[in-house]
């Protein structure tokens, strides 16, 4: 397994919703993935774990997350951005769904290689959940936080695997 060699995490609440960045810093592979290819992982390994904190119960219909007939979530496409600073960069506007207040915000996943590591910053901007803020902080956030370490955790094995190979 590739080890993260430090994590960190930061939340807050901002103007215009909950604000959570999360960056993982992994030793550079001798040859290391195209940085788009890592941030499509780590958005469908993202995706694969939100499914599964529901429970078995949830499931992914196009970019809609479902409970039963229920809308759980809606995203936009992942959409690639240009930013200074880093080698690949996407995110997916956050559309509605029974778990947001309003439409807006975004998920986003960045990645860039500062000498001989691999940065992977992933993160959630502006979303207005449902939840009170109280409920959202105990509830929700830890879950958007697991999902995400969880995510890159099987996202950073991997890369360490191909490396091997």
Known sequence: MALIEAAMASQR????????????????????????????QADALVMARTRATGFGLTRW????LMLGRIRVLSLGPLEPQSLPGFSA??????????AARRP?????????????????????????????RF????????????????????LAAGIDATSDS
């Open 61 to 64: 219909d196009g970019s809609h």
């Open 13 to 40: 609440w901002g103007e215009d919703g909950y604000v959570l960045v999360q960056e993982f810093r992994l030793r550079l592979p001798l040859s290391p993935p195209d940085a788009a290819s890592i941030v499509r």
């Open 135 to 154: 409920a959202h902080w105990m509830i929700q956030a830890p879950l958007h936080r697991a999902t995400i370490r969880r995510a890159i955790r099987d």
């Open 104 to 132: 807006g915000g975004s998920i986003w996943y960045r990645v860039c290689e500062p000498g001989d590591a691999l940065v992977i910053v992933a993160g959630l901007s502006g979303f207005c959940p449902r939840l009170p």
């Open 89 to 98: 960069a996407a995110q997916r506007a956050i559309l509605g769904g029974l």
